[in-house]
Structure formats: C-alpha cells, structure tokens
C-alpha cells in the first residue's frame, strides 16, 4: 500500500521534526511548512492525505490558513494550539478542521488521532488494526487496547502510551532521557522519578509480564523481545 503523506505546520522547528520524526515511525511520509503561508503553497501544488496545523503562527495564522487549503480541496486537518478556549475549537470545528489538539500533547496520542481520521476518511482500510502478540500479551496499538492472557487491562493514559513506545522499541536500551523527551514530550517539567514510578506502575498491571520491562542500570530500561 502506497504511503499516506501528512503536511506538518507549525513555526517552531523543534516540534515539526518531533511531529516528523513519529510520523516516519508510523510509516507515514511527512512534509513541513513553517507558517500558513507556506502550507497553502504546498497545497496548490500537492495533495495531502492529512494536514497537522498550529494556530498562532507568523504571516498567515492556521484558522486562515484551513480557510484558504479548503476552497480547493477537503484534506482532513488536526489544528495544534497552545490554547484551550472552547471559542478555539468551536471556531475550528465550524471550518471543517477535523481533531483539535492542545500543547503540550503526546506524540503518539497525535498519530492515533491522525490514524483514526485516515481511517474514518476512507484513506486506511478499516481491517488495518495493528496488533502485536508477546506471548500472554496481546497489544493493538489502533485501538489503542492491551489484552492480558484474555483479559483487557485498564490503563493509564500515560501507561498506555509508554507501553506502546517500549514495545515498539522492543529489544533496544532506551535511556531515561529518551523515553522523557519522546513519551512525555518537549515542554515535559518533572524529573527521573516520574519515570521510575510509572515503570513501576506498569509492571504492576502487567503481572505475569513485568518481567518482559528490563532495568539497565545506570542507562534506563529496555523491553525484551520473545
């Protein structure tokens, strides 16, 4: 199946290439702009499966920018925003954008909802659910769901996104820093034992397979492959 391309818009570097750099390890292709200008220049002259705009952005802002990119065409769109006002998301809404997502987000909270709009927009077939089985473990990272030997475990939002993480990376040491910057993000303010307890939370719930979340002393943690 051919790749899904997505459009990244934001003025700050560093959250483009965090956005870009997850949208690769979905396996999606992924172009930037710096300013709403910019994305409506791209999109006259390409097609994009889905489009990831910030609000508050220099020269043209994404509201104006959403406005413009939809006379021409109906490219699904997640706005991005450092703001919370309702008045914000209603005024998205009713211009068609589609998913609204505050700042500070998770990165792969933001690629299940781009997942999920594919989806619904017919772009992903619906029998695509991508599940990995580690032996009493079963883990469907669409539906966002963790099976443990038959039963559905109830996690955290943020356990669930850590879990993902790691077993997507399974195999690999992955230092504390690392799984802080790309689990909790950029504007992340606490420190290592943040982790620590989450970690320790996660064995708890995964019982029978905590064994599988390895501590590399002095480096971090890893999760081993069968």
Known sequence: MEKMTLLIVDDEARI???????????GYIA?????????????????????????????????????????????????????????DRIHG???????????????????????????????LPENVDEVVTLGKLEINFTARRVILEGKELNLSPKEYDLLFYMVRNRGIALSREKLISD????????????LDTHIKLLRRELG???DRITTLRGVGYRFEKD
């Open 16 to 26: 483009r290439s965090l956005i870009a750099k997850y949208a690769a390890f979905e």
């Open 93 to 123: 809404f009713e211009i068609g954008v589609d998913d609204y997502v505050v700042k500070p987000f998770s990165p792969q909270e933001l690629m299940l909802r781009v997942g999920a709009i594919l989806k619904r927009s017919g772009s």
């Open 183 to 194: 689990v909790w993000g950029f504007d992340f303010f606490g420190d290592d034992r943040t």
């Open 208 to 210: 029978p397979c905590a």
């Open 31 to 87: 172009d930037e702009a710096e300013n709403g200008m910019q994305a409506v220049e791209k999109c006259r002259g390409k097609k994009y499966d889905l489009i990831i705009m910030d609000v508050m952005m220099p020269e043209l802002d994404g509201f104006s920018a959403v406005r413009e990119i939809r006379k021409d065409q109906q490219t699904p769109v997640i706005m991005l925003s450092a703001r919370g006002e309702e008045y």
